[in-house]
């Protein structure tokens, strides 16, 4: 299998996103390649917003990406396949300020042309422009089960960002 990849409509992106996100899980990436950070992430969604297309990521504040997240213009979204679990579960569990994640992990980090940093490894690659984020409230939640989720009231940050490049691995 080669290790180029294609660049794609986001329309052309296949399989069951509920799929991908949920249970494959994804990076998000934020920072440039002095200074970046990932993180394992199962919670986003993708679709149409304000006429373009759009990734929702949502970090908690205490995350060492959220500084990267806050500081970026740009992050990225990487989906990788199976054989990269490991890689996945080692950026869950650990914290980017503890460990060397790409050392650890033999991740191979790329930059975009927008400075953004995405991984070889990945299958499928969104690059997102930040247009959006706002705080969840508490006091906002209609199902009060959801706060559960939140038991150090540490809530998300929600990002909204367009997908401005969307990179398949071509597979030969």
């Known amino acids: ?37 990932t993180m394992t992430a199962s919670w986003g969604t993708m679709g149409i917003l304000w006429n373009k297309p759009v990734f929702f990521c949502f970090v908690r504040p205490q995350r060492y990406t959220y500084q990267f997240m ?21 950026c869950g569990k ?8 790409i050392g650890s992990t033999g991740l191979i980090p790329k930059e975009t042309q927008n400075g953004a940093i995405y991984f ?7 690059e997102c422009r930040k ?6 409230d508490p006091s906002h939640f209609l199902d009060p089960l959801i706060l559960k989720n939140y038991p150090i009231n540490d809530f998300h940050r929600l990002y909204i960002g367009e997908i401005v490049k969307c990179m398949l691995k071509s597979k030969r």
Do not use: C
């Not at 247009?131 to 969840?136: E, I, Q, R």
């Open 131 to 136: 247009l959006y984020f706002s705080d969840l």
């Open 94 to 101: 650990f914290s980017g300020k503890d460990v060397d994640k």
């Open 120 to 126: 070889e490894q990945a299958d499928l690659v969104l």
């Open 1 to 37: 299998m080669t290790n180029e990849f294609k660049i794609i409509d986001p329309t052309e992106i296949h399989g069951n996103t509920f799929q991908m996100i949920d249970k494959q899980w994804f990076l998000l990436t934020a920072g440039n390649l002095q200074k970046f950070n």
């Open 70 to 90: 806050e500081s970026s213009s740009h992050y990225t979204i990487s989906f990788l396949g199976e054989t990269q679990r490991p890689a996945l579960k080692f």
